[in-house]
């Protein structure tokens, strides 16, 4: 009986202890080249095994701005873009990943689309030419947005691993950069050439005369 | 006299002026109608009462000398600004626009204030450009983003943008160019803004005979708008001017142009400059209507700026000349400016405008004062009780001088005030 407690609780410890090997925890913190925090910055682990979810995405319209962004999803996904405002929307993209357009009117749920391609999707709107959002197809299954202070934590199997970063500002918006990480905390310094940054626009009802 | 000829634009004769009872019904009909609508079609409008209380003199509607749109003997409840604004859109980038509007001064009638088709193609390049044909206002006005040209502020336009919602309007196209600063990634954007346009040959009639006057009433097309019994008009030199002016009626058979520039800071500052001349002929005259081409011109800056989310200052100045008749009998410059600050707390907003305006007489013809000059202040408070509903109130006290008041043994100088209180039901 002894014998099967110890076989047991040496089970356990095993398995406890291969689990911290498997799944590891990153906290990162985007930054530009002077350290100043990027919000809104796209990092994924390229690969796994990629199952968009059942339920769209949402790209939402909301006080003459996409809500959010920025949005990342995986290959496959489909995205909403459902028009909160009391005003009509005219959202397109020219991205060759996606190019499409739709006219979003008062209350429309706006239909799913599918996104199937890997890379990034620059949204406009005929109507406000202040809105500006991305959404960002990725081939992976682990993948978040950075917050408002560039922090972001993502789960990683084993010490390390291949990172790959986009954010809005790079230069050149197709391209990614891809950083080594491991478990624990660390700074992700971006080392492309970003645009300058601009303060939010602050467009309310009356601006789109 | 060189050129005689002429005709008004008859386009919109057989649908726009809808006397008196008829009118409301056919409002209500056409907004039953709107409620089964494709989803291509957005329509938007307000039904308002206005109750108000007011003074003398009699306003110029009613062939008085006053300056705001009420009077003690024309008072009580009016529909205030009902208005109907529908856009279909088709294709990708087409859209038709209309506005209406329902005005029960003189007498009541529904008429368009505009009608146009805008063509709005998608730019890969970041770049937009846009073009409007139809009958519409230039985008001038930092007052008047609301649907079909209204206010959000104050319920009384400032006198700069009262005169351009009675006399100014153009039948023609105007193209935008704009570069939105986002997708360049910079806080500053830019449109430049070109028309051409035929009719708009009457505007600066009322300038001179009435003076700038405080209102929200907007001339429908193919409207007249009557004159005071000017005892000018009985000299022989006037003798063919009819008392009343139609606006936007074509007279000399010219094209007149406005170009504009809009330049944004980020949303928080908004800067539009306007240069606009009807490139009237003075020596014009519709001798069926008694409309001569007025030579008008002016030059307009406004300004917005948002202090904070809640609160922004709008400020515009024009400066401008209007001219008419073969040897320039009626010869005026004009100057108007105002400063106008709101703020909004929850529900509520709160606005004040101090306007000043000027009209100077440069002719010599002695028998046909033009000058006139005065300051007008106003305050407003709305509340969006829900969705649809909305209370508001506003006070307006205006000192004016006006010339030829004094034709009339009147004072030149007046005191007006004028309160009102309006409930609206927008949808």
């Known amino acids: 009986m002894n014998n099967w407690i110890a076989r047991f609780t040496i089970a356990l410890v095993f398995c406890y202890t291969a689990q911290a090997v498997v799944a590891a925890e990153i906290s990162l913190t985007v930054t530009d080249a002077d350290g100043s925090p990027l919000p809104s910055a796209v990092v994924w682990l390229p690969g796994g095994n990629v199952t968009p979810r059942a339920t769209p995405y949402v790209m939402n319209q909301r006080n003459r701005q996409f809500e959010p962004g920025v949005l990342a999803v995986p290959t496959g996904s489909r995205v909403a873009f459902p028009n909160s405002d009391s005003v009509m929307h005219h959202v397109y993209s020219f991205s060759p990943v996606k190019r499409f357009e739709i006219k979003l009117y008062k209350d429309s749920p706006g239909e799913p689309l599918l996104f199937p391609t890997a890379g990034v999707v620059q949204l406009g709107c005929n109507i406000h030419d202040w809105m500006l959002g991305y959404i960002v197809v990725v081939d992976a299954d682990t993948f978040a947005v950075t917050d408002a202070e560039g922090k972001v934590s993502l789960s990683v199997d084993g010490d390390s691993a291949d990172l790959s970063v986009w954010h809005a500002r790079f230069k050149n918006l197709s391209a990614t950069e891809q950083h080594t990480v491991r478990s624990g905390a660390q700074v992700i310094k971006v080392a492309q050439a970003l645009t300058p940054a601009v303060d939010p626009y602050q467009a309310d009802e009356f601006d789109g005369y | ?427």
């Open chain 2, 1 to 427: 006299m060189a050129t005689k000829l002429t005709y008004r634009w008859r386009w919109l004769d057989s649908c726009v002026c809808l006397n008196s009872r008829r009118s409301i019904g056919f409002f209500l009909l056409l907004l039953a109608c709107l409620q089964v609508q494709a989803s291509s079609l957005q329509v938007k409008g307000q039904l308002e009462l206005r109750g108000t209380l007011s003074d003398t003199p009699e306003p110029w509607l009613y062939s008085g000398s006053g300056l705001h749109r009420y009077s003690d003997q024309h008072e009580g409840l009016s529909v205030g600004s009902s208005v109907l604004q529908a856009q279909y859109d088709f294709l990708s980038a087409w859209s038709l626009h209309g506005v209406a509007h329902i005005n029960d001064d003189v007498d009541t009638k529904l008429g368009i204030t505009e009608a146009y088709l805008k063509y709005k193609p998608l730019s890969a390049n970041g770049y937009q450009w846009q073009v409007k044909t139809g009958g519409f206002y230039p985008a001038l006005s930092l007052e008047n983003p609301d649907i079909a040209w209204l206010s959000p502020y104050l319920y009384s336009n400032s006198a700069i943008n009262s005169w351009v919602g009675e006399e100014l309007r153009v039948f023609g196209g105007e193209v935008a160019f704009s570069r939105p600063g986002r997708r360049f990634h910079s806080p500053h954007s830019f449109t430049a803004v070109g028309a051409i346009f035929k009719a708009n040959d009457p505007a600066g009639s009322l300038l001179a005979w009435r003076g700038f006057a405080m209102h929200d009433r907007q001339t429908v097309y193919n409207e007249s708008i009557a004159f005071a019994d000017n005892p000018a008009f009985d000299d022989p030199r006037l003798s063919r001017q009819a008392n009343e002016v139609l606006p936007f009626s074509e007279v000399d058979g010219r094209f007149g142009y406005y170009i504009g520039g809009h330049w944004d800071y980020l949303k928080r500052s908004q800067l539009r400059v306007y240069y606009y001349d009807n490139n009237g002929d003075p020596r014009a005259l519709n001798y069926k209507t008694g409309q001569y081409a007025w030579d008008t011109k002016f030059f307009s800056a406004a300004w917005l700026l948002k202090l904070s989310q809640r609160t922004r200052v709008i400020a515009q100045f024009m400066d401008g000349s209007t001219a008419m008749g073969p040897s320039l009998g009626v010869n005026n410059d004009y100057q108007a400016s105002y400063v106008l600050l709101s703020h909004t707390l929850g529900k509520h907003r709160f606005s004040a405008r101090y306007d000043r305006f000027e009209v100077q007489d440069k002719d010599h013809w002695s028998f046909d004062p033009n000058n006139s000059n005065g300051d007008s202040f106003a305050v407003a408070w709305r509340w969006n009780l829900s969705r649809h509903w909305q209370v508001g109130t506003e006070v307006m006290v205006t000192d004016s001088y006006v010339e030829n008041r004094e034709l009339w043994w009147e004072q030149a100088n007046q005191q007006q005030t004028q309160w009102q209180l309006n409930a609206r039901y927008r949808f």
